[in-house]
Nanobody, 122 residues
């Protein structure tokens, strides 16, 4: 059974930090690109950060560059999002996603976590 379980969200003051975790199981973590998305009330879900499989190349939304860092631990099948210098605009539900294309096909496999709330407020 595939599981992606986010944790680490909460209430933080502007300028503070949080570290989100997404613990996974039930699929070959090493073969999946991982990413973090967020969705604020009344807004569409947006990509925040992504990391590839082997090699670990990363990409970030312009709004979080220099403040957020995505990383993955293959031994723990877990992806992290370190968030620093948080702003009220970062308030959202944060979701992790796993995505892979099945070898020698065009079939995409995609899994999502249930989300964790991040609130930045004084």
């Amino acid at each position: 059974q595939v599981q992606l379980v986010e944790s680490g969200g909460g209430l933080v003051q502007p300028g503070g930090s949080l570290r989100l975790s997404c613990a996974t199981s039930g699929f070959p973590f090493r073969s999946y690109a991982m990413s973090w998305y967020r969705q604020a009330p009344g807004k569409e879900r947006e990509l925040v950060a992504a990391i590839t499989t082997v090699g670990g190349s990363t990409d970030y939304a312009d709004s979080v560059k220099g403040r957020f860092t995505i990383s993955r631990d293959f031994a723990k099948s877990t992806v992290y999002l370190q968030m620093n210098s948080l702003k009220p605009d970062d308030t959202a539900v944060y979701y992790c996603r796993a995505r892979a294309i099945v070898a020698f096909t065009t079939t995409v496999r995609e899994y999502w976590g249930q989300g964790t709330q991040v609130t930045v407020s004084s």
